[in-house]
């Protein structure tokens, strides 16, 4: 085989190791992401449910007001916001796409004060007992929230924990079977060259040092190459997910991009040292099979 020949085998045996890298790294990247993000994400839906107060009719306003107040200062209050009978006419005006008032003759709807909760207190047990308090106030004529919505997100959160928890023990396994066999491989068309150094006289930590070099140049290219695919990704979902999913943590997406080039390195590293070694162990007869 001519040396240009050589060269481009060589290439192309680099190139595919780096891609297979970088997809497998790429793929736990996406989970990194998920998991990273669970809670930001689990708040986020949490923090959106919230209940609406619906306030009686001879209610006057001051006092509506001042009960406002009193649950803008409740350490479970998150934001609450006044919605006056007109306000609430003009909204159901729009979504209807008619004036209901016109054609009943007056305006059946109440004022109202939209809640929303912070994300510790949006559970079943927190809410019952938000419910009560609230009830109390004379102004109160009914608090309203989809308990069987709150429920289900509940339920779902701990299920998808649970089951994403399980898929990224499974996902690592897999990646490292995948890099490790992409490793063995690589260094399995090199056994001759590994085998010929050592029988003229070449230490084994002498051997093992390029080769364990050059590991962790692919696990750094696969982590670089993965760092671009993610950083990709994470810009289109800023987009569709805001205020979920972004740059605006620099914490979380550092953490990130530092566990997968850590990743890349170790998973390359751990497996080339094991995939050498095995070949140093072996006669120059078994190299054939």
Known sequence: MSNS????????????????????LFLLGIIGLLILNAQRLSTYVRENLGFTILINDNSREAEVQRLQKILNASPYVRGAAYVSKEDAAALMKEELGEDFIEFLGYNPLLSSIEVKVYAQYANPD???VIENQILNFPQVKEVYYQKNLLHAVN??????TIVLGGFVILLMIIAIALINNTIRLSVYS????????Q?????????RKPFLVKGVLHGLAGATVALILLSALIYGLTKELEGMIGFDNIWLVGTLFAIVILLGILITLISTFFAVNKYLRLNADDLYY
Do not use: P, Q
């Open 5 to 24: 020949a050589a060269k481009r085998k060589l290439r192309s045996s680099y190139v595919t190791t780096v891609i297979s890298i970088s997809l497998v």
């Open 199 to 207: 029988l003229v006289g070449a230490t084994r930590g002498f051997i």
């Open 190 to 197: 090199r056994r001759f060259l590994i085998k010929t150094m």
């Open 155 to 160: 339920d779902n959160i701990e299920k998808i």
């Open 126 to 128: 927190s809410m019952a």
